[in-house]
């Protein structure tokens, strides 16, 4: 047989990126042909490959991808061919990504000159998690407080302009840099696999990660919006030099194989190229606002100015008018979701109505969702509000003596039952969360369109008509729907008031 040594096709091959899928179909052949009896031409004229080179495109329709990013970081022996490639990382170490330009000569001449915008994530690789990811990484948070899944090496990292992390989200990077330089940024991952495992009974499998980058151009606002190019590749994260026994093992497990069995498997590289993918459904509200610096401060937030504690404001409107209609539009349910703290879920959403929002029963919403946010969107849906701790009921006395006195005078005849049949006592509910005395006299200075400042003290009516300070341990033991008559008497050294609850 004769074999045609094509050279510079093989060059070709190397050059276009894809060494390593021939590489990884071609293991085990050179045993058939003798060492060193082959090169990449010959295997590619032999009969099984015929089929799938006739289905390739033409060679001026094959996609070029703008750019390549290349993580340094060995794949693991043990992927079968076909698959994609596994990464072992360890915990905390830096690793290089190189972001290669891999433009032709004339290809996107707009962005020549200018910084381009890339945005880094730790995700979920198995679709089960994904579907909890927020709830996931919430839990993480409140067991790792101030730490992050994902940040930048910045002293080994070249190349890279304004580097930002927001603190909201601990799995996200972003940088900017330019294409005609060199760049290569050190990411570091400080979450490892098995935190994210159902069962924790020591030895378990840990579960898959994603790093995926998200490349953008400006818009004509100056802003970075217009999606470009993203790739991702599928990591596993170990303690620290956990990844390296791990590949250790791999590796000779593979060694033990027989050589019919490592066909089915792909050789390890010595790098990782991540492969093309679609972008981060939530990248379009990325850029929305500012992000602090990673050398900013933690953010701080400012309270308003007012005479009422902001803890006992009283309640917000939206709850109460914000909920979802049976005929609200995909489109609307989508900014509900949003205005709601749901933006996690949106992309699981996308083309639910609220009719079909209202559908959802509980299980189904605590299935898709998690427990806690589960349980949290049910309540939105059905516009359901949270129970005060406690409710009373108060009734304004002068007020309402003044009207029974007017009400007396004119029905002298009916005096004897007037109370019941003449007079219409009106009380006011007063809602309490904290059970404080400061919260009841916030409350009552409402009731009253008064500053609490005008409120000197408050008492409670007790026996034989004594005045009882009030205090938060008295209001901690009024009963459920207790209801009050409130009298108000001038204190003597200001122009307060006095408030008596009887």
Same mark, same amino acid.
């Given at each position: ?29 050179? $045993? ?48 079968? @061919? ?78 890279? &302009? ?8 601990? *799995? ?44 953008? %151009? ?16 599928? &990591? ?70 007012? *005479? ?26 989508? $900014? ?59 009734? $304004? ?12 005078? $004119?029905?002298?005849? %009916? ?31 409402? @009731? ?9 003290? &408050? ?44």
């Amino acid at each position: 047989m004769a074999w045609a040594l094509k050279l510079p096709l093989a060059d070709e091959v190397i050059e276009s990126g894809l060494v390593q899928d021939f590489d990884a179909s071609l293991s085990g052949i050179g $045993q058939e042909l003798g060492a060193g009896a082959y090169s990449m031409s010959d295997v590619l004229a032999l009969p099984i490959f015929k089929q799938e080179e006739s289905s390739l495109p033409p060679d001026n329709e094959n996609k070029i991808l703008p750019f390549q990013y290349v993580l340094c970081a060995a794949t693991s022996p043990a992927v079968k @061919l076909h698959d994609e490639t596994l990464t072992y990382l360890n915990q905390g170490q830096s690793y290089e990504i190189r972001m290669l330009d891999n433009r032709k000569l004339g290809e996107l001449p707009e962005i020549n000159g200018k910084l381009v915008k890339s945005i880094f994530r730790v995700v979920f690789h198995d679709r089960r998690l994904q579907y909890t990811e927020h709830q996931q990484l919430e839990g993480w948070r409140w067991n790792r407080p101030g730490d992050r899944i994902l940040d930048i090496d910045i002293p080994m990292s070249v190349g890279i &302009i304004d580097p930002r992390a927001n603190p909201t989200q601990l *799995n996200t990077v972003e940088f900017l840099w330019d294409p005609a330089k060199r760049t290569s940024v050190f990411i570091q991952v400080h979450c490892i696999s098995t935190e994210f495992t159902m069962r924790k009974h020591g030895g378990e499998k840990g579960v898959p990660f994603r790093v995926q980058i998200d490349t953008f %151009k400006e818009n004509e606002n100056g802003e970075y919006t217009e999606h470009l190019h993203s790739a991702s590749c599928q &990591i596993k994260v170990f303690k620290p030099k956990g990844a390296d026994r791990k590949q250790k093992t791999d590796r000779e497990k593979m060694e033990k194989r027989t050589p019919h069995e490592k066909e089915k498997y792909q050789p390890s590289y010595e790098t990782t190229i991540l492969t093309e993918c679609s972008p981060w459904p939530e990248i379009t509200y990325v850029n929305n606002s500012p992000s602090p610096g990673f050398n900013s401060s933690h953010s701080s937030f400012s309270l308003g100015e007012g *005479n009422g504690s902001p803890n006992h404001q009283p309640e917000p409107p939206p709850p109460v008018t914000d909920n979802l209609l049976p005929t609200t539009t995909p489109q609307e349910a989508q $900014q509900w979701l949003h205005r709601n703290r749901f933006s996690t879920f949106t992309r699981l959403f996308t083309n639910f109505s609220g009719a079909d929002l209202l559908k959802l029963t509980r299980d189904d919403v605590i299935q898709i969702c998690g427990p806690a946010d589960g349980i949290r969107l049910f309540n939105a849906l059905k516009g359901r509000m949270v129970r005060p701790r406690l409710t009373i009921y108060v009734c $304004q006395e002068s007020l309402q003596l003044r009207e029974q006195q007017q009400q007396q005078q $004119q029905q002298q005849q %009916k005096h004897e039952d007037g109370d019941s049949n003449g007079t219409f006592f009106v009380y006011h509910a007063i809602y309490l969360e904290e059970l404080t005395a400061v919260e009841l006299t916030e409350k009552i200075a409402q @009731l009253f369109s008064i500053s609490p400042r005008q409120i000197s003290q &408050i008492y409670k009516q007790g026996p034989t008509g004594i005045h009882v300070l009030i205090s938060d341990e008295m209001i901690q033991n009024f009963q459920e729907e207790a209801c009050f008559i409130l009298d108000t008497m001038k204190a003597e050294t200001n122009d307060s008031y006095h408030i008596i609850l009887k």
